[in-house]
């Protein structure tokens, strides 16, 4: 097949998606929404088509200033400061719709080259809206777990855009059951399917699995230590200053308790929170990104694995955690209430409350039983529900079933509404 991919390429759930179709000779086009530096995708006819304004990084941690930004102007320091996460999101969300629909010719021009037999947008802001702009393709549209739940109804634009993203959408693919039935409520036709993996595929469980890591003698850490992994960085969702106002009772109570955080080195925000928790910085550890084997790494010398977000679909993380048995201990989101059961296979909690998160960590501490069961039972979802090469060969099915159908019926075109416009 010739496929075309439209994705943020930063995101290592892009690429694991893309990288399989690659892997298995298909013809591959991935344009990524946002510059790229480097091969992330050998083997693919890869470029970039920037379609908004930029974010604040993959994990929406604020990069360290440059050498030579150090003395920079006052003005540069406070946009910075300005800058946070959430009203950088609020900016492009405002702008975005308009600035795709700028995009478009482009967009087709760079479609048209590859004559795809298919185009998939991975993520409804901002690609899943450009691609609805592009003529005579069958276009596959994935939802990401804050899609509707935080985005689409920011702004009048934001809405009618994500309803025409889903109206031109030919098949939506959710990572959870939660998204498709939303997508239904915000127009996707009824007559057509949706399928619900986890974004990335699923786990590779010949990365991440159940073993020992030497996570602990590369930090220092000491190796009786207990470590309370939080893999999410700093996100907009992502209750991250919840989760350092939970941790003076824990560390007080567990001397043996380190911290470690991928994703937050150099975030000001987290060290912010640090010092306003007055924790002791010995005993937590901000890192920067990990790759995927570091990450597995992380997971495995970990007891718990926290993720106190507020809008979610299923996180790879949670399902990465699940595989190395990491205990999770997760926010109160119905999309991952789809994977965690409270008390049976991890924690429950409110993201906003720090005394909840607290106690479940100073229990799952204590209790070992509690742990080693639920290790078990996270072990069995992920073999039945989370393999990845089980689930990317059925996804590999559907796109042929999918072209096929497409070939039988004569290809007729795409059926449009309304005038075109992105920001309709």
Request: charged share 25%; with cysteine; glycine share 8%.
């Amino acid at each position: 097949m010739r496929l075309t991919f439209l994705a943020d390429l930063r995101s290592p759930i892009a690429v694991q998606w893309i990288r399989y179709f690659v892997d298995r000779g298909h013809e591959v086009q991935a344009i990524s929404s946002y510059p790229i530096s480097g091969d992330v995708l050998p083997g693919a006819d890869t470029t970039s088509l920037p379609l908004v304004l930029p974010g604040h990084g993959r994990d929406g941690a604020s990069a360290p200033p440059r050498p030579h930004q150090a003395h920079g102007s006052s003005m540069k320091a406070r946009v910075r400061h300005w800058a946070t996460p959430g009203r950088v999101a609020a900016v492009r969300s405002f702008f975005g719709p308009t600035l795709v629909y700028a995009k478009r010719g482009r967009l087709q021009r760079l479609v048209d080259q590859h004559r795809p037999d298919l185009v998939h947008a991975m993520r409804i802001p901002f690609e899943g809206i450009a691609a609805g702009a592009l003529t005579g393709l069958p276009v596959i549209v994935s939802v990401w777990g804050n899609d509707f739940t935080l985005f689409a109804d920011r702004t009048r634009m934001m809405a009618k855009a994500t309803r025409r993203a889903l109206a031109t959408a030919e098949v939506l693919h959710c990572d959870c059951h939660r998204d498709a039935r939303m997508a239904r409520e915000w127009g996707f036709p009824a007559d057509r399917p949706t399928w619900v993996v986890p974004g990335n595929g699923g786990v590779d469980a010949c990365v991440f699995h159940l073993g020992r890591s030497d996570l602990r003698q590369r930090l220092g850490i000491p190796e009786q230590a207990t470590v309370i992994l939080n893999p999410r960085g700093i996100r907009e969702y992502v209750r991250t200053d919840t989760f350092f106002k939970a941790l003076p009772p824990v560390l007080r109570s567990f001397p043996e308790v380190h911290v470690v955080c991928p994703g937050m080195a150099g975030s000001h925000y987290a060290e912010n929170m640090i010092i306003d928790a007055r924790l002791d910085r010995r005993r937590v550890h901000l890192l920067p990104t990990l790759d995927h084997r570091l990450m597995a790494d992380a997971f495995r010398s970990s007891r718990l694995s926290v993720s106190l977000s507020e809008h979610d679909g299923t996180p790879n993380t949670l399902l990465e955690a699940m595989a190395c048995g990491a205990l999770p201990v997760v926010g109160d989101v119905d999309s991952v209430r789809e994977w965690i059961r409270d008390g049976i296979n991890g924690l429950v909690v409110s993201a906003r409350d720090p005394a909840a998160v607290s106690a479940a960590l100073m229990r799952s501490l204590k209790d070992d039983t509690f742990v080693r069961r639920a290790g078990e039972e996270n072990e069995r979802l992920v073999r039945d529900r989370a393999d990845y090469q089980r689930n990317m060969l059925d996804v590999e099915s559907r796109y042929e079933m999918l072209v096929r159908s497409r070939s039988t019926r004569g290809a007729e075109p795409v059926v449009r509404q309304g005038n075109g416009s992105a920001a309709e």
